[in-house]
């Protein structure tokens, strides 16, 4: 098992907290750095919404990003290749809505 999540030196260690070693990011797919609602979880399935254009894409939550509030990291959503490059000007922009499914 491997942390899902970084975990610093004194924190609890839960269950939710470790998991299997096979990566959530299918194989050929582009991590793009977004920020994600709270609870989102590596491998929650996500729709990102360009909302520029309305176009949607599919992906999945590769990291979660920090939960400590002072600290500016986001997380990681993996998308299709076909669809990274707009997924990516999106986020930069803050032109990207991010929904995580939940079921």
């Known amino acids: 098992s491997v942390a ?5 030196s004194g924190d609890p260690v839960l269950a939710s ?3 299997q070693s ?8 582009w991590v793009v750095g977004v ?6 979880r590596a ?3 996500v729709r990102l919404v360009l909302l520029d254009t309305g176009s949607e ?3 999945v939550v590769a990291h979660p990003g920090s939960d400590d509030p002072f600290d500016a990291s ?3 959503v993996a998308v299709p290749p ?5 997924v990516a000007l999106a986020a930069a922009d803050a032109r990207l809505a991010v929904l995580i499914s939940t079921g």
């Open 4 to 8: 899902t999540r970084p975990i610093e």
């Open 17 to 19: 907290d470790v998991g």
């Open 22 to 29: 096979t990566s959530v990011v299918p194989t050929g797919w």
């Open 35 to 40: 920020t994600l609602p709270d609870g989102a």
């Open 43 to 45: 491998g929650d399935r």
């Open 57 to 59: 894409v599919e992906g």
């Open 74 to 76: 986001d997380g990681g």
């Open 82 to 86: 076909e669809s990274s490059a707009d």
